[in-house]
């Protein structure tokens, strides 16, 4: 009696059994896709969603179907519904947005660039022209020097690089052309002319054009020069100018040989060399003058 009425009270204390977790089965599909920068996890039962990052792994457990955010640079996830699931993988490239990304504000439209002056005011509509020295005299070493000064309609100088357009003209028609590109607005032209007169300049820029003058003097020889004939030709010098001064190398001279009628029957240019002039002569029957012409300037003298 008394062992049945101790194992009564066994009985009665004995704790109810509990109720299991409910727990996945075995090889319950799971899906995992990323959908608008999110983690859409699909599967039965809680799910297990490890994701790699350069921090380490980050687990989390869903226990429905749903969303999870992706962890800041996560490249790889995959999710698994128990122990013996095959797990679903997603790659995720690096710097996935863990967001849906905002649309990027419409881009305001281009203001044009603006500069300090209009082209139109920066084309040349005025200017000077000048040329210096105003009397040149030939074979003295002398220089034209031509210089046009260009303004645009602000009057300001015209942009560097700006081209004016340069001409001499003379009286025998002796011409010159050159095209030079202005720096600070001024365009500049060094030239020395071949014959004497009177020289007429012209400077032209788009619409602008403008002109000057200038004169050509004769050099006057300071002293009859010599003229030797021997079997290699003629030698003539030396020549000198008023103040002494030899004519610049390369000065031309025109020799001519003329009968008493004065019919020319030989003729040579050449140039001036160490202040005097060499040639070649060949035999010329009736010339009885040898004419010297040099920068503008004429001598006679007796052909042998």
């Known amino acids: 009696m008394r062992r049945l009425l101790l194992l009564g009270l066994l009985v009665a204390c004995r704790p109810a059994p509990q109720a299991a977790l409910p727990s996945a089965a075995p090889g319950s599909p799971v899906t995992l896709r990323v959908q608008a920068g999110a983690l859409q996890v699909q599967g039965a039962g809680p799910v297990t969603v490890t994701c790699d990052t350069p921090a380490g792994p980050v687990v989390r457990v869903q226990a429905a179907p749903g969303r999870l955010a992706v962890p800041p640079g996560a490249v790889r996830c995959e999710a698994a519904a128990g122990e013996a699931g095959r797990p679903a993988v997603v790659e995720l490239p690096a ?10 504000p419409p881009a305001a439209p281009a203001t044009p660039a603006t500069t300090a002056f209009p082209a139109s005011s920066r ?46 003209a003379g009286p025998l028609g002796e011409t010159a052309v050159a095209t030079r590109l202005t720096v600070n607005g001024v365009a500049r032209w060094s030239l020395t002319p071949a014959t004497a007169g009177r020289f007429t300049f012209t400077a032209a820029s788009g619409a602008w054009v403008a002109r000057g003058g200038a004169q050509a003097v004769s050099g006057l020889l300071g002293q009859r020069p010599r003229a030797v004939f021997t ?14 001064a030899l004519p610049d190398d390369g000065t031309p001279v025109r020799l001519r040989a003329l009968t008493r009628s004065g019919r020319v029957v030989w003729s040579a240019d050449v140039a001036v060399a160490g202040g005097q002039v060499q040639v070649d002569t060949p035999r010329v029957r009736d010339a009885v003058t040898l004419r010297v012409e040099l920068a503008g300037s004429e001598v006679s003298l007796p052909w042998p």
């Open 231 to 244: 079997s290699r030709g003629l030698t003539l010098g030396p020549l000198r100018w008023q103040d002494g």
């Open 123 to 168: 084309v040349a509509v005025s200017g000077t022209l000048r040329v210096t020295p105003g009397r040149l005299s030939l074979g003295e070493r002398e220089v034209w020097t031509v210089t046009a000064d260009v303004r645009a309609g602000d009057r300001r100088a015209v942009p560097d690089g700006t081209p004016v357009e340069l001409r001499a």
């Open 95 to 104: 710097g996935s947005p863990t967001t849906p990304a905002a649309p990027a």
